[in-house]
C-alpha cells in the first residue's frame, strides 16, 4: 500500500463549555472534550457501558462557531485527524496527548429548552467546514483566510 489515512469521526457530546483563545496572530482556537459511550451486554447477560473522551481542537471559523454555538452537553459530528503530542511536565516526566484537529463539525439535535437560548436572536448553523481542510498547521491571518469566506 503505497498511501496512509488518517481519518476520524465522531459523534458525541460535549463535557464542558468550549474553552476558546486568541493567538497574537488573531487566530481563534477551540479546544473541548467529548463523549463517545458504546453500550452492549456482555456473555453474563449485563448491559455494560464503556465511555471515551475525546480531546477536540478547531481552528479559525470553527473555533468561532464553537465559541458561539457549542454549550455542555451539545452533541455534535465531528471529522478530523489524530494528532498526538509529547511534552515535559514541570516535574520533568514525559507526557503524551491524543487530540482530535477538526476540520468539519455539525451539530447534532436540538438546542436545550426545545428552540435555543433565550434572546440569541440567532440559529446555529447545521455544518460547518475548515475552509482549508487539507492543510496540516492550522492556517492564520496571514494565509489570506477570511472570514467571508465560511459557507454558512
Not at 489515512?5 to 465522531?10: A, F, G, T
Not at 436545550?112 to 440567532?122: C, I, M, Q, T
Amino acid at each position: 500500500m503505497a498511501g496512509s489515512v488518517n481519518k476520524v469521526i465522531l459523534i458525541g457530546n460535549l463535557g464542558a463549555d468550549p474553552e476558546v483563545r486568541y493567538l497574537e496572530s488573531g487566530s481563534a482556537v477551540a479546544k473541548f472534550n467529548i463523549a463517545t459511550t458504546e453500550s452492549y451486554t456482555n456473555k453474563s447477560g449485563e448491559r455494560v457501558e464503556n465511555t471515551e473522551w475525546h480531546r477536540i481542537e478547531l481552528w479559525e471559523g470553527l473555533a468561532k462557531v464553537a465559541e458561539k454555538y457549542l454549550k455542555k452537553g451539545n452533541q455534535v459530528y465531528i471529522e478530523g485527524r489524530i494528532r498526538t503530542d509529547n511534552w515535559t511536565d514541570k516535574e520533568g516526566q514525559q507526557r503524551y496527548g491524543t487530540t482530535i484537529r477538526a476540520n468539519s463539525m455539525t451539530l447534532l439535535g436540538s438546542a436545550p429548552g426545545g428552540g435555543g437560548e433565550a434572546g440569541s436572536g440567532a440559529s446555529a448553523p447545521r455544518a460547518a467546514q475548515s475552509p482549508r481542510q487539507q492543510d496540516a498547521v492550522p492556517p492564520t491571518m496571514a494565509s489570506g483566510n477570511d472570514d467571508d469566506d465560511l459557507p454558512f
